[in-house]
C-alpha cells in the first residue's frame, strides 16, 4: 500500500467518498491534463520562486482561513514588483505584486507559490488583473485545491495564450500550506500534534509530574506556535491533571495583544471543573467545550452561562465525542488548523481515527523511566510494525537543549475496524470509522 502524507491526501486509497462526490480530487487532475501553452521550466525559475515563498511565509499564522501567498513579478531577469497576501479580505499577493510593478509588468514573468483564483470571493478574481497587466508568462509552484478555482486559474491563462510553468517547488509550496490543503481536501481543521517528552517517550514521571520536561527556549516556541493556530485543543484529563491556562504568551507582549487560538476541550461528560484556569472569564478569545448529547444538562448551562461554548453530538461507539464529527463542525466555523496539545488518550483517539496530520515532537535529553510513568500516546495503536503511520521526511533541529523532530503524518491503510472490516467507502463521519477507544 503506497504512503501519503496525511495532509496531502491525493492518492486514491486515501480519498474519502465525500470528497470524490465533491468532485475535488478529480479536478486536480484535471488542472494538469489541460492543454494549453505549456512552458517548460527556466534556470531562474527557483530562485525566483523562493522568493515568493519567502514573502508568502512572512504572514505564517495570519492569513487563516486563507493561504498564505507571494509572488514577484521578473521584468528582463530584474525583479519589478512583489507582495505577499497579508490576512484574508486584504489584496491577494499576485495584486499587490502586479501593482507595484505597475507599467514594468508588461511582457514580463509572474512567479505565484498559488494558482491565481477566478472567483469573486473577499476580492475580485486574481485571472483578471493579470490578463490585464500583460505578463507573458506565468510560473506557478501549486494548484490551488479550494473548489471555486482547482485549475481553472491555470486554463484560464492558458486559454488567453499566456505560457504556463507549474509544479517549480511545489513540494515547498505544499508543505507551507499544508494546513490549507487539509482544510481544502478533507473539509476538517488540519491537526497538528505538539508534545513535550522525554528520550523514553514519556510525558511525565510515574509520580505523574510533568514541570518542566522541556528547557525555556523550546516552551517558548510553543507559544509561538499557539499564537499561529486557529485553535489549540486538549482532552479533560489534561484540565483535571494540569489545569492549563490555553493561551498564547510572547515575552515582551500583553496577552490581549498576541492573536489568541481558540480553546477546545475534549470533555465528553462535562469532567472539567468550572474553576479551572482555562475557563476564566478574564482569559481573551473563546472557549469550545466537545461533549456527547447525554452530558449532565445543569452542567452545559453553568458553561453556557460563562459565555463557553457547549457543542454536543451523538457520541461515538465508545460513548465519548465522535472526533470527525467535531472536527467537521469546526471546519464549519472556520477553524483551518488546531494545536493538538495533549493527553495521551486523546492523542491516541485521533492518530487511531487517522485525524493526526503533523506532529511537532520536542525530545528532551531525560529518562523518566518507571513503568508507571505516563506515556506520550495511549489509544488503540497498532499491531504490526508495517501498519505504523510514520513520518514522511522529517525535519530536526534543536531548540536549546531538546530537539525538535516535525513532519507530515503518512497513513498505510484505512483506520482499524473493531470487526476487522474495510471502511473505504465510507464518509469521514460515517459511526463505523470509529474505533471503541474514546476520546478524553
Ligand atoms: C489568498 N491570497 O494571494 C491568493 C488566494 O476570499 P478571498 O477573495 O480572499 O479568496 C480566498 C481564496 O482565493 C483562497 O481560498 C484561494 O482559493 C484564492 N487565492 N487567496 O488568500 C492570495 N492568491
Ligand atoms: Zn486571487
Redesign the pocket.
Known amino acids: 500500500m503506497p504512503i501519503v502524507p496525511g495532509g496531502l491526501a491525493f492518492g486514491l486509497f486515501c480519498i474519502r467518498k465525500s470528497e470524490l462526490t465533491a468532485g475535488r480530487v478529480l479536478y486536480l487532475k484535471e488542472a494538469h491534463t489541460d492543454t494549453g501553452t505549456a512552458a517548460t521550466a527556466r534556470p531562474d525559475d527557483e530562485k525566483w520562486m523562493r522568493r515568493a515563498l519567502e514573502l508568502a511565509g512572512r504572514a505564517r499564522g495570519q492569513?487563516s482561513p486563507?493561504?498564505m501567498?507571494g509572488a514577484v513579478v521578473v521584468n528582463n531577469g530584474r525583479m519589478v514588483g512583489e507582495g505577499y497576501?497579508h490576512r484574508?479580505?486584504e489584496s491577494?499577493?499576485?495584486v499587490l505584486a502586479l501593482q507595484m510593478a505597475g507599467e514594468a509588468a508588461r511582457e514580463a514573468e509572474l512567479y505565484v507559490t498559488?494558482e491565481?483564483?477566478v472567483h469573486y470571493?473577499?476580492?475580485p478574481p486574481?485571472l483578471d488583473a493579470v490578463l490585464r497587466a500583460g505578463v507573458r508568462r506565468v510560473v506557478v509552484a501549486m494548484t490551488?485545491p479550494?473548489p471555486?478555482?482547482q485549475g481553472r486559474g491555470l486554463a484560464g491563462l492558458r486559454r488567453a495564450g499566456i505560457a504556463v510553468t507549474e509544479g517549480v517547488m511545489e513540494r515547498e509550496a505544499r508543505r507551507l500550506n499544508a494546513a490549507y490543503i487539509t482544510y481544502q481536501t478533507k473539509l476538517r481543521p488540519h491537526v497538528v500534534w505538539k508534545a513535550a517528552l522525554t528520550m523514553d517517550g514519556k510525558t511525565a514521571t510515574k509520580a505523574g509530574l510533568s514541570r518542566w520536561i522541556t528547557g525555556e527556549p523550546a516552551r517558548e516556541l510553543v507559544h509561538q506556535m499557539r499564537s499561529e493556530a486557529d485553535a489549540i485543543m486538549v482532552g479533560a484529563g489534561t484540565v483535571l491533571a494540569d489545569n492549563p491556562e490555553l493561551t498564547a504568551r510572547l515575552p515582551g507582549k500583553n496577552v490581549a495583544d498576541i492573536r489568541q487560538p481558540v480553546r477546545i476541550i475534549i470533555d465528553s461528560h462535562l469532567r472539567s471543573p468550572l474553576s479551572a484556569r482555562c475557563f476564566s472569564p478574564e482569559l481573551p478569545g473563546r472557549t469550545i467545550i466537545a461533549a456527547v448529547e447525554e452530558a449532565p444538562p445543569a452542567k452545559v448551562a453553568a458553561f453556557e452561562e460563562r459565555h463557553i461554548s457547549v457543542w454536543q453530538g451523538p457520541a461515538d461507539k465508545s460513548g465519548r465525542v465522535d472526533l470527525a464529527l467535531f472536527l467537521s463542525h469546526l471546519a464549519q466555523l472556520e477553524i483551518t488548523n488546531i494545536l493538538l496539545e495533549g493527553g495521551a488518550t486523546l492523542a491516541g483517539s485521533m492518530f487511531d481515527r487517522q485525524l493526526i496530520d503533523e506532529c511537532r515532537l520536542f525530545f528532551a535529553p531525560l529518562f523518566f523511566g518507571g513503568g508507571g510513568a505516563i506515556p506520550a500516546l495511549a489509544g488503540l495503536g497498532v499491531e504490526q510494525p508495517a501498519e505504523a503511520p510514520r513520518l514522511v521526511d522529517p525535519e530536526s533541529r534543536w531548540v536549546g537543549r531538546d530537539l525538535l523532530i516535525s513532519g507530515l503524518v503518512a497513513y498505510q491503510s484505512f483506520p482499524a475496524q473493531p470487526g476487522g472490516e474495510s471502511n473505504s467507502a465510507d464518509s469521514p463521519n460515517c459511526s463505523r470509522c470509529q474505533a471503541p477507544e474514546g476520546g478524553d
Do not use: Q, S
Request: some cysteine.
Open positions: 492569513t486563507n493561504p501567498v497576501h484574508a479580505g491577494h499577493a499576485e498559488l491565481p483564483c470571493g473577499r476580492t486574481c490551488d479550494d471555486r478555482v
